[in-house]
């Protein structure tokens, strides 16, 4: 069946401007996941959603980061007033539901900031 | 919140060795253990878990033992192949937020 969606693959946008990632997960998945992997680097926790809800945004990296979901399945990441630091690979999983279900993840967005 | 901490950072091994790959945690509350392997420019995908209640799992040439009173796991490769060469993720939670340890780059050497 059809595995987590994530779009664009790759993102190139200049410091300053908002950039807005999407991602479609597996269908019937109500947790949804939001990850940052710099080059080289470990997996960021972000934000999680059950269904349409982010009960602690305390790993979005500063208030330039948001995200929602709605209809319990299409997540946005957005990142306002894009930094150089922002530059990474955005993954986002998904799973069935909590308590240790197995996480599947999207093939992630690169992003440039320039 | 949950510290996940992975060693080593890179291993080398030769075709036909074994790999151990061990992560600590330090919330006694997490009960999942996944491992993800991750290969250059593609997407992590799951290899094996454990569950708080199981003390070891094994998958073929791939084992996963837990000791939750020291709050460590490990991942074990027998028989490596060239193919096994990767980027190896352990994780740990408690149900919701998943902690990622900061990867193993393993090189199989043929």
């Known amino acids: 069946g059809a595995g987590v969606s994530q779009s664009p693959s790759n993102k190139v946008t200049e410091k300053g401007k908002d950039v807005e990632l999407r991602c479609d997960p597996i269908?019937?998945?109500?947790?949804l996941y939001w990850y940052r992997q710099s080059l080289g680097q470990g997996l960021e926790f972000l934000i999680y959603f059950q269904g349409n809800s982010a009960p602690d945004k305390s790993g979005l990296p500063s208030d330039r980061f948001s995200a929602e979901r709605t209809g319990g399945s299409v997540s946005t990441l957005t990142i306002q007033r894009t930094q150089q630091e922002d530059s990474a690979v955005y993954l986002c999983a998904s799973s069935v539901g909590f308590g240790g279900d197995t996480q599947y993840f999207g093939p992630g967005t690169r992003l440039t900031v320039l | 919140g949950e510290n996940v901490e992975q060693h080593p950072s890179t291993l080398s091994v030769q075709e036909g060795d074994s790999a151990v790959i061990k992560c600590t945690y330090s919330d006694s509350a997490s009960n999942y253990f996944p491992w993800y392997k991750q290969e250059l420019g593609k997407r992590p995908q799951l290899i094996i878990d454990i569950r708080s209640n199981v003390g070891e799992k094994k998958d073929q040439r791939i084992a996963v033992t837990l000791n939750k009173t020291a709050k460590h796991f490990s991942l074990h490769i027998t028989e490596t192949q060239p193919e096994d060469s990767a980027v190896y993720f352990c994780?740990?939670?408690?149900?919701?937020?998943?902690?990622f340890g900061t990867g193993t780059s393993l090189t199989v050497i043929p």
């Open positions: 269908s019937g998945h109500t947790a």
């Open positions: 994780a740990a939670t408690t149900g919701n937020q998943f902690y």
